[in-house]
T-cell receptor, first 112, second 114 residues
Framework: AQSVTQLDSQVPVFEEAPVELRCNYSSSVSVYLFWYVQYPNQGLQLLLKYLSGSTLVKGINGFEAEFNKSQTSFHLRKPSVHISDTAEYFCAVKGGSYIPTFGRGTSLIVHP | DAGVIQSPRHEVTEMGQEVTLRCKPISGHDYLFWYRQTMMRGLELLIYFNNNVPIDDSGMPEDRFSAKMPNASFSTLKIQPSEPRDSAVYFC????????????FGQGTRLTVV
């Protein structure tokens, strides 16, 4: 079985400030990890993924995430956010099954 | 490719009516997924197909929900009869056997049952 916990349902932040969106997972097997972004009235779009290799993964739009196996975490970070980063962010884990399990999502709200 | 295409984008219907949501996956993709997104439950997998065959429908909430994939380029999710609690955004996603680590999502259908 696999599960994902996104610890914050909403993260407000000012423009140009750094942000971290937290994600913890559990799985009995090795995992692949993903972050998706959903802009208003849009579908989910892949931001980045960890499959193997370097634990620091860089994605689109200046986002990056770090896989920490000992802490079973895959937190998403950006050093300086823009208004356009306002969206819903989903962490997902895929272990032995074909299907990823999604977290409940974190709403990133960037204020001017 | 235009990506995963869902229609309609928005649907408002009265309780008791039949609702049909449509999805065209990306050409060549072997897997198709139907998800439902609500504030209360987040993103839930309803059913998925592999090569047009339903593999796992354990996420389908009730017998009122049914899904079909008559060919590789088209799938439907039907709710009959619809109820207000079915109001949600329904997403279709597809992926290729060759690229199993990335699913591509459609823009969703926002269903409102009044």
């Amino acid at each position: 079985a696999q599960s994902v916990t996104q610890l914050d349902s909403q993260v407000p932040v000012f423009e140009e400030a750094p942000v971290e969106l937290r994600c913890n997972y559990s799985s009995s097997v090795s995992v692949y990890l993903f972050w998706y972004v959903q802009y208003p009235n849009q579908g989910l779009q892949l931001l980045l993924k960890y499959l193997s290799g370097s634990t620091l993964v860089k994605g689109i739009n200046g986002f990056e995430a770090e896989f920490n196996k000992s802490q079973t975490s895959f937190h998403l970070r950006k050093p300086s956010v823009h208004i356009s980063d306002t969206a819903e962010y989903f962490c997902a884990v895929k272990g032995g099954s074909y299907i990823p399990t999604f977290g409940r999502g974190t709403s990133l709200i960037v204020h001017p | 490719d235009a990506g995963v295409i869902q229609s309609p984008r928005h649907e408002v219907t009265e309780m008791g009516q039949e609702v049909t949501l449509r999805c065209k996956p990306i050409s060549g993709h072997d897997y198709l997924f139907w998800y439902r997104q609500t504030m209360m439950r987040g993103l839930e997998l309803l059913i998925y197909f592999n090569n047009n065959v339903p593999i796992d429908d354990s996420g389908m909430p009730e017998d009122r929900f049914s899904a079909k994939m008559p060919n590789a380029s088209f799938s439907t999710l039907k709710i009959q009869p619809s109820e207000p609690r079915d109001s949600a955004v329904y997403f279709c996603a597809s992926r290729s056997e060759d690229s199993p680590q990335e699913a591509f999502f459609g823009q969703g259908t926002r269903l409102t049952v009044v």
